[in-house]
């Protein structure tokens, strides 16, 4: 079975500075990894996500995260943040073979913006 | 929310009462998802459904059935409703089955359980 943890469930940046969420999985296959985004009284969004195409991904809104195999590793990150950034990200992970596309999401990260 | 609609967007009801929310989709999708969302446990999956009358239990089923008589229409009941079922609800949608495909939201639904 695979898992997902989110470290930190809430994280205050100041608008101009750098944005890091980061999020450790578990799975005893290779994973597919993604990023949603959660806005006030919204569905999730897809910000991203890793397929083994390539280890570092690039998704909407400026956002990115690289795939580290040897640290069980998908950081979020972005180099400036906006206020419009601030909702809460969820990372989840998907396997192959017969799972039927389920995810399994981590426990949600919270981000603040200050001016 | 790619054409998914869930129904109703808020609901209080009471203890040990039947409660019924619907997934409606317009895009064909084939496999459907009830998700529950609580904080600090993100989302957890309820039950899902890989095509007509084919469904399955997910990680916190207990409590829950689901059904789908139609591709656009996925049901989710709570049989006897408790507070601890108390959550924001939220249907998603994919077109394939493949692993790697990213899932649409609803919009979802805020279950009170007094």
């Known amino acids: 079975a695979q898992s997902v943890t989110q470290l930190g469930s809430h994280v205050s940046v100041s608008e101009g500075a750098l944005v890091l969420l980061r999020c450790n999985y578990s799975?005893?296959?290779?994973?597919?990894l993604f990023w949603y985004v959660q806005y006030p009284n919204q569905g999730l969004q897809l910000l991203l996500k890793?397929?083994?195409?390539?280890?570092l991904v690039k998704g909407i809104n400026g956002f990115e995260a690289e795939f580290k195999k040897s640290e069980t590793s998908f950081h979020l990150t972005k180099p400036s943040a906006h206020m419009s950034d601030a909702a809460e990200y969820f990372c989840?992970?998907?396997?192959?073979?017969?799972?039927?596309?389920?995810?399994?999401f981590g426990q949600g990260t919270i981000l603040t913006v200050h001016p | 929310d790619a054409g998914i609609t869930q129904s109703p967007r808020h609901k209080v009801t009471e203890t040990g009462t039947p409660v019924t929310l619907r997934c409606h989709q317009t895009?064909?999708?084939?496999?459907m998802y009830w998700y529950r969302q609580d904080p600090g446990h993100g989302l957890r999956l309820i039950h899902y459904?890989?095509?007509?009358?084919?469904?399955d239990k997910g990680e916190v089923s207990d409590g829950y059935s689901v059904s789908r008589s139609k591709t656009e229409d996925f049901l989710l009941t709570l049989e006897s409703a408790t507070s601890s079922q108390t959550s924001v609800y939220f249907c998603?949608?994919?077109?394939?089955?493949?692993?790697?495909?990213?899932?649409?939201f609803g919009s979802g639904t805020q279950l009170s359980v007094l």
């Open positions: 989840a992970v998907s396997v192959g073979g017969t799972s039927y596309g389920k995810l399994t």
């Open positions: 799975s005893s296959v290779p994973p597919y």
């Open positions: 890793y397929t083994s195409a390539a280890t």
């Open positions: 895009e064909n999708h084939r496999y």
């Open positions: 459904s890989y095509g007509v009358k084919d469904t």
């Open positions: 998603a949608a994919k077109g394939g089955g493949s692993s790697n495909e990213k899932l649409f």
